[in-house]
């Protein structure tokens, strides 16, 4: 682990399981900020509950070398008073166990729980290329986590898709998004 890489894990335990928002910027254009409560954070990757607007927007999983900085100053502070005075701060529960030893991992977890689950390939350069799959996992074989992809007429595909595990930048799950869609699967 680099000397920065070190700061971030640093940084980010030290908010680890608090009240504490935070807000992540990291260097994909189609979505350069995350807000909201650490979780969980390993040498790899962190565990984020996401706000946006005052609503929770779910949990994602973000790799620590993509994190450009961490900001946790009075503008959070200020959200988190809204959040108390709104009542909002009772939804930051502590209750998830995903593994976060490395991609793998947590792909494995949502492998045996059949849960469906987003990933994400984004891109640096430009969000036109970022890859969006709604779905389940099937298996990992070697560097591939093979997923049955939910089509946008809210049916399973019929063959999966590989997906390379170095190119997943993001892992989002339990997000309003996920449960309102998944519960009108195949009522096209």
């Avoid at 793998?104 to 984004?122: A, D, M, Q, R, V």
């Avoid at 891109?123 to 099937?138: A, E, M, P, W």
Wanted: hydrophobic share 35%; glycine share 6%.
């Amino acid at each position: 682990m680099s000397k920065t890489g070190d700061i971030v894990i640093g940084r980010l335990d030290a908010y680890k399981g608090t009240l504490k928002k935070i807000r992540i910027e990291r260097p994909y254009p189609g979505a350069t900020y995350i807000n909201g409560f650490v979780h969980d954070v390993s040498d790899t990757l962190v565990l984020i509950q996401q706000f946006h607007d005052f609503y929770c927007e779910g949990y994602t999983i973000i790799r620590i070398p993509d994190i450009v900085n961490i900001r946790s100053d009075e503008y959070e502070r200020f959200f988190e008073v809204i959040m108390k005075g709104e009542g909002l701060l009772d939804l930051v529960a502590y209750t998830i166990n995903v593994p976060l030893f490395n991609i793998t991992s947590s792909l494995s977890y949502f492998s045996k729980t059949k849960e469906h689950i987003i990933i994400e390939c984004e891109s640096v350069t430009n969000d036109n290329q970022d890859r969006f799959y709604l779905g389940k996992v099937s298996e990992i074989e070697g560097t591939t986590v093979w997923f049955v992809e939910i089509n946008p007429l809210g049916t399973f595909e019929h063959e999966e898709i590989g997906i390379s595990l170095e190119e997943i930048s993001r892992i989002q799950f339990d997000t309003p998004y996920i449960n309102i869609f998944s519960k009108y699967i195949g009522r096209a």
